[in-house]
């Protein structure tokens, strides 16, 4: 770091002229990029800022007007402080007006007692100054081939997030632009502090630009995101107290080597799934997002010897129900072997079919019934024998391990689509399937009779739920709800709730009162002090069905 006004006083050879600060002793640790050595009244107009000028004051003006104004200019450019040498203009004190605009722009004024060689001074702080800058060097680079590294070998968010919080010393935090926490690293702290409650605290933490370091939690904060999207933030957990005027946080830099990292890893598809897989997810997403044509798709799979032309295909999603989020490393590996369970179960049925990975959590498969082949029949068997298959799995894990594995990791969530009788509309039924898959999970495991689930699952719900990943539709809940959620979390308040709770009733304030167990002039006020911070009038139908969307969709990105 760049010494600072204290620091310089604190040389031998500044204490050699028995420095005196005699106004912006609050200012002291300005970081000092220069010294400059000038007696020209309007030096001003040849900084840059950051310089700690040194002068004898003997061409400064005699009148109060002037001196403010050298003062002032001074400060507008940004100067680390000022230094007057008694003994050529000024003797025992320094002129009133000088110290009293010094202290109201909070510039610190440093009176040297006793004469001193200027040089002498310049060298011993270019010195420093010079040594600083070698050593941010030297960080610089070291964190540069750090991230490069973790780059080129396509490192997990974790093992990134590991590498900010060692090289910081500070816990560090990924999370999504819901303020959902992706992957963390305590730095030795206490999980439990770092954690609760982290979404209430992280609303609260909105600094200036990309990268910004909020004072009242002295959080440093920079955004993660590439090709002009942003998909969350990169937190460091750390209050190094005040920052110094014009001082940078000792960290950003790094932080924003780790951002740009993630951000480039996340455009990088790697799993370590076979390449049978690999090519049926490829297969898989270019149907779905249209990088394919019609024709490509069908040359494509016949060639893996899944026929698609002239068939039915039935478009089905799996899930599974678990409780928390597994680590990053542990999730990628579960799903895996839930896709060559999905595989295993086809090939089980003597079907025929594309399987593979869909996104973090689901897999898809594309069925193609021949003209022989019962669609519920073949469903049936394949969710069965989908079915043992997990429950084979469930119980070699329970097993091999010291802690048993709950029944609900294993149970697989089976979700169908209309079936359709093109390629062309393959996206379709693949679509159809993954809104069902996200519905269902709203189900109790073990509590349907039937096999699989299909589409009159479905409500809005399963909608949001299929969009809850989408940086849309997060930010669409934080433009809607983020003033009242930022509310609640800053006064511990209740108003999104109300809010709930109001929508709920249908509108109807009276029965809305009733629910939320208060008085209805108590209960109207809550109402309308929603209307004010969120600038909305409850009474207006679109405003009240635009929020009760907003709701279900934060309902959505919480799970």
């Not at 001082?247 to 790094?254: E, G, K, R, S, V």
């Not at 016949?302 to 026929?307: I, M, R």
């Not at 800053?490 to 249908?506: A, D, K, N, P």
């Amino acid at each position: 770091m760049l010494p600072t006004v204290a620091h310089v006083l604190d040389l031998e050879v500044m204490r050699r002229g028995l420095p005196q600060v005699v106004a912006g002793a609050a200012h002291l640790e300005r970081p000092v990029r220069w010294v400059h050595v000038s007696e020209l009244p309007d030096v001003a107009g040849m900084l840059q800022g950051g310089e700690l000028v040194l002068t004898t004051g003997i061409a400064l003006p005699e009148d109060r007007e002037g001196l403010a104004r050298y003062v002032r200019e001074l400060d507008e450019v940004g100067v680390a402080g000022l230094v007057i040498e008694f003994g050529r203009r000024y003797f025992d004190n320094l002129p009133r007006a000088l110290v009293h605009a010094a202290e109201q722009r909070g510039l610190p004024l440093i009176a040297l007692r006793r004469e001193l060689r200027f040089v002498a001074v310049t060298e011993a702080v270019h010195a420093l100054v010079v040594n600083a800058q070698l050593e941010q060097l030297r960080i610089s680079e070291a964190v540069h081939q750090v991230f490069n590294e973790l780059a080129v070998e396509g490192a997990e968010p974790a093992e990134v997030v590991r590498q900010v919080a060692r090289m910081a010393g500070a816990p560090v935090v990924l999370e999504n632009l819901a303020h959902q926490v992706l992957a963390h690293d305590t730095a030795g702290h206490l999980e439990t502090e770092l954690l609760e409650g982290w979404e209430r605290r992280s609303r609260g933490v909105r600094p200036p630009g990309r990268t910004g370091h909020d004072p009242r939690s002295g959080w440093l904060v920079t955004a993660v995101g590439a090709r002009g999207q942003d998909w969350g933030r990169l937190i460091l957990v750390d209050d190094p107290g005040p920052l110094p005027d014009g001082l940078a946080h000792p960290h950003a830099m790094l932080l924003e080597r780790g951002a740009a990292t993630l951000a480039l890893n996340r455009l990088v598809v790697r799993d370590r799934e076979s390449l049978e897989r690999q090519t049926h997810r490829t297969l898989l997403s270019g149907i779905l997002t249209h990088a394919l044509t019609v024709s490509e798709v069908a040359l494509r799979a016949q060639a893996l010897g899944v026929p698609l032309e002239g068939r039915r295909l039935v478009g089905v999603v799996l899930r599974q129900r678990r409780g928390p989020s597994p680590a990053a490393l542990e999730a990628q590996a579960r799903l895996r072997d839930f896709t060559e369970l999905a595989a295993t179960a086809v090939r089980a049925c003597r079907l025929s079919a594309l399987v593979g990975a869909l996104d973090d959590e689901g897999v898809g498969v594309l069925i193609a019934l021949g003209s022989q082949q019962d669609e519920h029949s073949a469903l049936d068997a394949f969710a069965a024998a989908l079915r043992r298959l997990a429950a084979d799995t469930g119980r070699d894990a329970a097993g091999g391990g010291a802690q048993p594995v709950p029944p609900q990791v294993f149970e697989p969530v089976v979700a169908v689509g209309s079936s359709v009788g093109s390629v062309r509309d393959a996206r379709r039924t693949l679509l159809e399937a993954t809104q069902v898959a996200d519905a269902a999970l709203h189900d109790a495991p073990g509590g349907r009779a039937a096999a699989y689930y299909r589409l009159p699952d479905v409500r809005l719900r399963g909608l949001l739920h299929l969009l809850r990943d989408d940086a849309r539709l997060q930010t669409y809940v934080e433009r809607e709800l983020g003033p009242l959620l930022a509310y609640d979390a800053e006064h511990g308040g209740q108003l999104v709730q109300m809010l709930r709770i109001y929508l709920e009733q249908g509108r109807n304030k009276s029965a809305a009162a009733d629910a939320a167990h208060l008085s209805r002039p108590s209960f109207y006020d809550r109402l309308h002090k929603v209307e004010r911070i969120l600038s909305v009038d409850l009474d207006q139908v679109e405003s009240c069905l635009s929020l009760h969307v907003a709701l279900l969709a934060l309902d959505a990105v919480r799970r």
